[in-house]
């Protein structure tokens, strides 16, 4: 009889496998994994990125040739999660739950092992809270107490935009972050193709990056009157053509340059209208903050309407804070965990072309007791 094991092991391991294998008298072949043999993935990340790996384990994990998006989920769903919060006192109150779950203080099974990324959570819901302006439902910005200084750092009111009107420059703010995320992405996916594909097989996504980053590169260098009108007309008519040639005649070489157009037609139609849905679904971090916002600041009133001058009216008015404030971060904290998941999931997974369908590392292991 023979027994035939085959099996994955991280590279660093390679020293101690051999070893192991030459004491234990067997005859075994090794080799270095390939794209082909479909190896199981083991991430590598610093401690901050490696707490939102679980993020990336829900999608699915990578493929062995393509990139692992922790490194860039991590930061954006911070930022996203803090902006639909909104709130920086609800960003101490995470906080502060954080550090009871690692301490063993609070124990919660559904939390068990997230109380480091909860309370990462809550630092970056303080200080973008502190940066929209509000803390339990109270406006910093028209507060007398708040420092000037710090008042000049938040983002708040409304900017006059010619042609448009008057918008929420919250709201701007978070189209503004959509815009880069999608490029970013875009930017992700043409590296990722071209180091998995080779270039031959990624020119489209070429032409579609260089049209909507270069477009938006030569409008706010064109908005901002750091380049010339002259030079705005070459950029535009550089970036039209070289993006027209590899979207419409390049796309896929040696086919038929009128089946390349054909496609090239109905990638743009896909484009066109998924590209604007896409930028439009990060409006709900300015919809989701603002909500939340306001429902404090509702509780706020709602208690100061029942306070009056007598010691027995502070038992309301306390309870009312107590009860409405707690919903309020139950709810917020609610959407601030699903809404930037799935904008991870939808609008930046789609757009850097991540499959996911990857397998996790998952060795032997030995219990002893």
């Avoid at 192991?20 to 005859?27: E, K, Q, S, W």
């Avoid at 590296?191 to 020119?203: D, M, P, S």
């Avoid at 309020?328 to 757009?351: C, D, Q």
């Amino acid at each position: 009889h023979i027994t035939v094991f085959t099996g994955f092991a991280p590279a660093e391991n390679d020293g101690q496998l051999v070893e192991a294998f030459d004491r234990m008298g067997v005859l075994y072949i090794r080799e270095d994994a390939s794209v082909e043999d479909n190896p199981p993935i083991k991430l590598k990340n610093n401690w901050f990125t490696r707490q939102f790996e679980v993020f990336t384990e829900m999608y699915g994990m990578p493929v062995y040739s393509e990139f692992d998006p922790t490194p860039i989920v991590a930061p954006f769903y911070l930022l996203f999660f803090a902006m639909c919060m909104g709130d920086a006192g609800y960003g101490l109150i995470l906080l502060l739950t954080g550090i009871m779950l690692n301490k063993g203080w609070l124990k919660i099974d559904m939390f068990k092992g997230l109380g480091s990324i909860i309370s990462l959570l809550g630092v970056g819901t303080f200080f973008v809270g502190t940066v929209l302006g509000t803390f339990f439902g109270i406006s910093l910005y028209d507060a007398a107490w708040v420092p000037q200084w710090l008042k000049n750092c938040m983002i708040v009111g409304d900017i006059d935009i010619p042609g448009i009107g008057t918008l929420n420059i919250q709201m701007i703010l978070a189209m503004g972050i959509g815009i880069f995320h999608i490029c970013l992405a875009m930017t992700v996916k043409a590296i990722g193709y071209t180091k998995r594909f080779g270039f031959k097989e990624t020119i489209s996504t070429w032409g579609w990056l260089l049209l909507i980053v270069g477009g938006i590169i030569t409008a706010i260098l064109g908005v901002g009157k750091l380049i010339s009108p002259a030079a705005i007309k070459w950029a535009v008519i550089v970036i039209g053509t070289v993006s027209a040639l590899a979207i419409y005649i390049f796309n896929t070489p040696g086919r038929n340059p009128l089946i390349n157009i054909g496609a090239g037609l109905w990638d743009t139609y896909n484009m066109a209208t998924g590209i604007l849905g896409d930028v439009l679904s990060y409006l709900r971090l300015f919809a989701l903050g603002l909500a939340g916002g306001m429902l404090g600041q509702a509780f706020n009133n709602l208690a100061l309407s029942v306070k009056g001058d007598s010691i027995v009216s502070w038992v309301p008015f306390i309870l009312i804070l107590l009860i409405g404030h707690v919903m309020n971060i139950l709810l917020s904290g609610l959407g601030a965990f699903v809404h930037p998941m799935r904008l991870t999931f939808m609008e930046y997974f789609k757009n850097a072309g991540y499959e996911g369908k990857g397998a996790a590392y998952n060795p032997l292991t030995t219990n002893k007791k």
